[in-house]
């Protein structure tokens, strides 16, 4: 039995496509679509499975439901594909949207709070300022501005060597660093 050749062919036929149209619009052989169709290659006997990119040129091609082509190719399973309504209705619902800002935003905050502590552990200090930037200085105080996206970046070498990667960052920034402070 062969589920997706059988909702492949369904669509085609559905939309009065012979398989050399169908193929044309989904971009791939007749012959190819023809043994996902069939569900193996006439020439081998071997069963044809698509790729995920060929199903989603079959998606775009004929509107067939990806996720259902997932299920019968047994990519996810039957109750993750029930599922997906749920999940559709979820994404799309502004109060959850807004609830997972409010949760990015707090653990953002928080994971800020926590650095600038580890920061401190290694003889820095780091303070956000209004707008959006944050200022870096060692304990002698003196200070380099840097960006969110610089405070990332820092972030990810810090996570593999600390006071050595806030030494070589800061004095890097604060050489070349069109953000430079001063005392």
Known sequence: MNKLGDYIKGLRVEKKLSIRKASERIGISHTYLDSLEKGFDPRTNKERTPTFETMRK???GLGAD?????YLTGVIDEETYNQRDEFKSLANNDE?????????????S???????ILLSLVGYKLSELNTGDFEL????GN???ITKKELWILVEDIMSDNKHKVESF????????PHKAGN
Do not use: W
């Not at 990806?66 to 997932?70: A, D, R």
């Not at 959850?96 to 953002?108: A, H, M, P, W």
């Not at 800061?170 to 660093?177: F, R």
């Open 58 to 60: 079959i998606s775009v």
């Open 66 to 70: 990806y996720e259902y082509m997932l």
């Open 96 to 108: 959850f949207k807004q609830s997972v800002r409010e949760f990015k935003d707090r653990l953002t």
């Open 143 to 145: 200070k380099i501005i």
């Open 170 to 177: 800061y004095n890097e920034h604060n050489d070349s660093s």
């Open 137 to 140: 200085s060692p304990n002698d």
């Open 110 to 116: 928080n994971f800020i709070d926590n650095f600038i």
